[in-house]
Nanobody, 115 residues
Framework: QVHLVESGGGLVQSGGSLRLSCAASGFIFSPNDMGWYWQAPGKQRELVAIISTGGFTNYADSVKGRFIISRDNAKNTVDLQMNSLKPEDTAIYYC?????????WGQGTQVTVSS
């Protein structure tokens, strides 16, 4: 079993920055993908950013140039640096680890961006 714990959410003004962190523990096998998803009220959960064990990244178009995902394979952690935040970035952010189609999720952390 894999356990994911997120931290770093909160309230920030538009244009501000936040850094989310996620630590994975348990039986973790490589290679795997770690990523962040968001879910706004009344909407489906969607990919924000993802990074492979080898460091390949992919971002949602709406966050390209503003968010940076990074990971530490030795510590099994993944971070999301969020800059130039906008009110539409407000959502619950979930950490995800996926290996061969098996996904594990964190409990989520709230990010609220005020205008």
């Amino acid at each position: 079993q894999v356990h994911l714990v997120e931290s770093g959410g909160g309230l920030v003004q538009s244009g501000g920055s936040l850094r989310l962190s996620c630590a994975a523990s348990g039986f973790i096998f490589s290679p795997n993908d770690m990523g962040w998803y968001w879910q706004a009220p009344g909407k489906q959960r969607e990919l924000v950013a993802i990074i492979s064990t080898g460091g390949f990244t992919n971002y949602a178009d709406s966050v390209k140039g503003r968010f940076i995902i990074s990971r530490d394979n030795a510590k099994n952690t993944v971070d999301l640096q969020m800059n130039s935040l906008k009110p539409e970035d407000t959502a619950i952010y979930y950490c995800n680890l996926n290996r061969r189609g098996v996904s594990y999720w964190g409990q989520g952390t709230q990010v609220t961006v005020s205008s």
